[in-house]
Nanobody, 124 residues
Framework: QVQLVESGGGSVQTGDSLRLSCSDSGRTLRNYPMGWFRQAPGKEREFVATISVNAGVRYYADSVKGRFTISRDNIKNTVYLQMNSLKPEDTAAYFC?????????????????WGQGTQVTVSS
């Protein structure tokens, strides 16, 4: 069982940076491709970034490409999302998730375990 907990969210201003973390108390995160998704108020949850088990494959949504970086530390059982040059449109609840399909994926349906989310608010 993968039990994911996100942290690192907060309220920042346009242009600031944040680093989100996603850890697994069961210490099995290292075995799964991982993803970050976000959901803004009144909108559907959307893909942000994904990373394979060995970090050799990473995909990003076009809206965050060049600003966000996904990484992982399998020794610490933690996945990170470094967010730079934040914009008001990045405001959302951010969720990490573990893929049970064995591959990094952009599809929410490929992810079977989800964290509770961490809020990111970017003001102009």
């Amino acid at each position: 069982q993968v039990q994911l907990v996100e942290s690192g969210g907060g309220s920042v201003q346009t242009g600031d940076s944040l680093r989100l973390s996603c850890s697994d108390s069961g210490r099995t995160l290292r075995n799964y491709p991982m993803g970050w998704f976000r959901q803004a108020p009144g909108k559907e949850r959307e893909f942000v970034a994904t990373i394979s088990v060995n970090a050799g494959v990473r995909y990003y949504a076009d809206s965050v490409k060049g600003r966000f970086t996904i990484s992982r530390d399998n020794i610490k059982n933690t996945v990170y999302l470094q967010m730079n040059s934040l914009k008001p449109e990045d405001t959302a609840a951010y969720f990490c998730a573990a893929s049970f399909k064995g591959l990094a994926s952009t599809r929410q349906s490929d992810f079977g375990s989800w964290g509770q989310g961490t809020q990111v608010t970017v003001s102009s």
